[in-house]
């Protein structure tokens, strides 16, 4: 596996946890007020690539950066003046990479070891120390649990990030449990299962 795809890749999956995405009781401030119509998905790099989450998310237009290519996801009760909420709730953050990124597939092994070393750890870390609670891969994708150890909350909630290709370009998911929901890493393995099943089918022609 080329060495410098992949340090350029976990370099990039830092700033898919939510460029400045607050984490504890501030995550859902992050959000724009929910007074516009749903919007289901986002162009990024214009219009090269499209984010779309899963059923009852919206996009954020306002909290993504559609230009260096992130996007933030909610719930559209949160995020637009929608009743639809999702059977899961969390915030989804995603982060396309540029042209030329693409590392996953092929290399998903060499990835997995490297996410679950220090490397990986220091790459994972939005800020604070995090503890990797494990890596898993099928075809075309790598996920990677992990805590934040200093977490202010009575009980650091799991967190999982994915990596997968789209094209030629590298695409990172994280999910963050908001404040308030109970989820366990079975159900953000299939929350992040479901957003990257939703870009690839509205990305169909570069999968």
Request: contains cysteine; proline residues 7%; charged residues 15%.
């Amino acid at each position: 596996m080329r060495g410098g795809l992949v340090l350029a890749a976990l370099l990039l999956s830092a700033c898919a946890g939510g460029e400045g995405a607050p984490g504890g009781g501030g995550l859902l401030s992050f959000l724009s007020p929910a007074s516009r119509a749903p919007q289901d998905s986002i162009s990024v790099y214009g219009g090269s690539v499209t984010v779309r989450g899963p059923n009852g998310y919206c996009v954020d237009p306002a909290a993504s950066r559609a230009t260096s290519g992130f996007a933030v996801m909610a719930s559209c009760a949160r995020t637009a003046n929608a009743d639809r909420q999702p059977r899961l709730d969390a915030l989804i953050t995603a982060q396309v990479g540029r042209a030329g990124s693409a590392m996953v597939t092929g290399s998903e092994p060499a990835l997995s070891a490297l996410l679950a070393g220090p490397t990986g750890r220091d790459m994972l870390s939005d800020g604070q120390p995090v503890a990797v609670s494990g890596v898993d891969q099928t075809p075309g994708v790598v996920f990677v649990n992990f805590t934040e150890t200093e977490s202010t909350a009575p009980v650091a909630p799991p967190l999982m990030r994915a990596f997968f290709d789209i094209g030629d370009r590298l695409v990172t998911v994280s999910i963050r449990p908001v404040e308030g929901s109970d989820l366990d890493v079975t159900s953000e393995r299939l929350l992040i299962a479901e957003t990257i099943a939703a870009f690839r089918s509205v990305n169909a022609g570069d999968v």
